[in-house]
């Protein structure tokens, strides 16, 4: 969702008669005027009037999260959703050797660099800091918004079941041309409906491109009905899951959801048990970047008011040792560098974090804890080690 004043609203030309557009929400108040809340698909009616960003902004944007990231012990991100200025910006940087920290880029889908990555092909960094081999679309929305596109009403909003941002045949003709041109393709999906679409699609296009190549991701994996969770073993899709939005969404995820439904919901240990591949990461900026709390979040399901501490579905929790297992190797496979990152063995890159104050019987700890060095490729590049 975002919010626009009532002049960009004026500007974008939104009033009481615009109509919601497709896989879009313009919320309103009683007399039927426009909030200024726009829902998914209803933000395009405002983008086009926003400024673009110029190639500088895009630098100093990148290099001021860099930092921010090396800081908080970060050392392959995956930067979901980029267009060709920010391409050529990242690649500048691999040229001048300003670039410190591994990225896994993923082109957004559709875009102004969707159709020039098709052209080009894939394009990795023969330095390894940087790979574009990957496209980023989204299927549906944000439980918070009541966006997601659930199989049943919302249990707060009864005549709601959420939005498809596009429809199945449109996500799946992206999906196959991406794949087509050897790019991994990456599908937002929050709600149990956009799951199962983007699965039935995936299983699709793996009966034609083998799983190894091909690597499908699905973002987020959020809400499951539970007869969808042996597929991504079974089919060999990737589940890109935050858990901090565990301990985030705690609050209200169960008004949407409803207690039944939850079950499916956050479903790490489920997953894992039916052999899916699991990539675990923080969602920054909706979330933190730092990985300790989204740690936490795996190995307790709690939330992190130390008032409450109130726990959540407990069985879906992970063992420290497959948590940090997701945030490593596991992310290191959904961005195919696997054999020579996520793991500290010979021959690999020397990716490592030093971090004081954790204390793997002790879960409290993770929260206090914070990355005192980080390492990429042998070298120190934030922090100090004493």
Partial sequence: AAIANARALAIAGITAATPDPDGGRIERD??????????????????????????????????????????????????????????????AMVDEGALKIRVHAMVEAPGDGFEPALERGPWTDPGGKLAVRAVKLFADGALGSRGAALLAPYDDDPDNSGLLLRPAKEIEAICRRAARRGFQPCVHAIGDRANRIVLDIFERLLREHPSARLRPRLEHAQVLAPEDIARFGA???????????????????????GAERLRGAYAWRSLLDGGAALAAGSDFPVESADPLPGLYAAVT???????????????????FEEAL????????????????????????????????????????????????ATFVAGRLQAGAVR
């Fill in 30 to 91: 009683t007399a039927g005027e426009p909030t200024g809340v726009l829902v998914d698909n209803a933000i395009n009616l405002l983008l086009p009037h926003v400024p673009a960003e110029t190639p500088a902004r895009v630098r100093e944007a990148i290099e001021r999260a860099q930092t921010h990231l090396l800081e908080r012990g970060l050392t392959l991100v995956g930067d979901a959703g980029i267009d060709e200025t920010t391409f050529s910006v990242y690649r």
């Fill in 301 to 319: 399901r709690r939330d992190r008011d130390p008032r409450s501490r109130r726990e959540w579905n407990p069985r879906e929790k992970l063992t």
């Fill in 235 to 257: 089919l060999g899709v990737i589940a890109s899951v935050q858990p901090v939005h565990c301990s985030s969404d705690m609050p209200w995820a169960g008004g949407r959801l």
């Fill in 325 to 372: 297992a997701a945030f490593t190797g596991g992310g290191a496979f959904a961005a195919f560098v696997e054999d020579h990152i996520g793991k500290l063995t010979p021959g690999c890159e020397a990716d490592f974090v030093i971090v004081e104050g954790l204390v793997p019987e002790e879960p409290d700890t993770y929260l206090a804890a914070h990355a005192a």
